[in-house]
């Protein structure tokens, strides 16, 4: 029960790794409040309710500030306290620069970007009425390296990590931690389109020992238990880092 007596937000938690950490925190005593814009995040309260997780759903779309603003008070009205923010909503539209509509690259830089400024914005006052907290920002191997024909989602990617680097600079000294996971190659569903670029599924996984030492897919479940604890006071010492689960990925 790492999390007891905490409260977590995780967005972009209505399937694949969000999900999974939304999960994870109930599962170690977190009360959790999952958002997303797609409905299927109330089937995942429902899947965490039937284990006995204190959980809500609340429809949000992270790129829109008063929907954020929405978010944060309902968490703190709901259950009284604001401790963990796990920005893990993200979209991925694959192309080159030239090929990348404005709208394209303007909604990837919302959704992957805005929403973390904007969850951040609102959320610090809460983290800091409640003595401290932790933010955990979904970045991507991309954090680190680039990706032909990924240039928005690298883009993103990388400015994830160096928000989140300033988060812990600017709030060291209030106890407010802000931690970057940079996941290899995990298969969910944001990779759809990128898979279907590297000849299908099928042979993304069959060539993965080319490009992920480790042989395999990454599990939802590698990347929550990360996840957990960057959110307890496990790892208190731990602001501004990239912490990179990927296989050994970028060690090549």
Not at 47 to 63: A, L, P, Q
Not at 76 to 89: D, K, P
Not at 169 to 192: F, H, M, Q, S
Request: aromatic share 6%.
């Amino acid at each position: 029960m790492r999390l007891l007596g905490k409260v977590a937000i995780v967005t972009g938690a209505g399937r694949g790794i969000g999900a999974a950490i939304a999960k994870r925190f109930a599962e170690e005593g977190a009360k959790v409040v999952v958002s997303d814009i797609i409905e299927q995040g109330a089937e995942v309260v429902e899947e965490i309710r039937k284990v006995g997780g204190d959980v809500e759903f609340f429809r949000t779309d992270v790129s829109e500030s008063n929907q954020v603003q929405n978010l944060i008070n309902y968490t703190v009205e709901r259950f009284g306290a604001l401790h963990v923010i796990c920005n893990n909503a993200g979209i991925n539209v694959p192309g080159k620069i030239e090929n990348i509509t404005e709208e394209v690259w303007d909604r990837t830089m919302d959704v992957n970007v805005k929403s973390m400024y904007l969850t951040t914005k609102f959320g610090i006052p809460e983290l800091r009425i409640s003595g401290g907290g932790s933010i955990i920002n979904l970045g991507s191997v991309n954090s680190l390296v680039a990706e032909p024909m990924l240039s928005a989602y690298v883009a993103s990617k990388g400015a994830i990590l160096m928000l989140t680097k300033a988060i812990a600079l600017d709030y060291a000294k209030e106890n407010i931690r802000a931690n970057c996971i940079c996941p290899g190659w995990v298969n969910t569903t944001i990779n759809d389109s990128h898979a279907n670029l590297m000849g299908g599924i099928e042979n993304v996984l069959n060539s993965i020992d080319d490009f992920q030492p480790i042989g395999r897919v990454i599990r939802t479940e590698e990347i929550a238990n990360v996840a957990l604890f960057l959110a307890s006071d496990e790892s208190s010492a731990m602001t501004g880092s990239a912490v990179v689960v990927d296989g050994a990925m970028t060690a090549k």
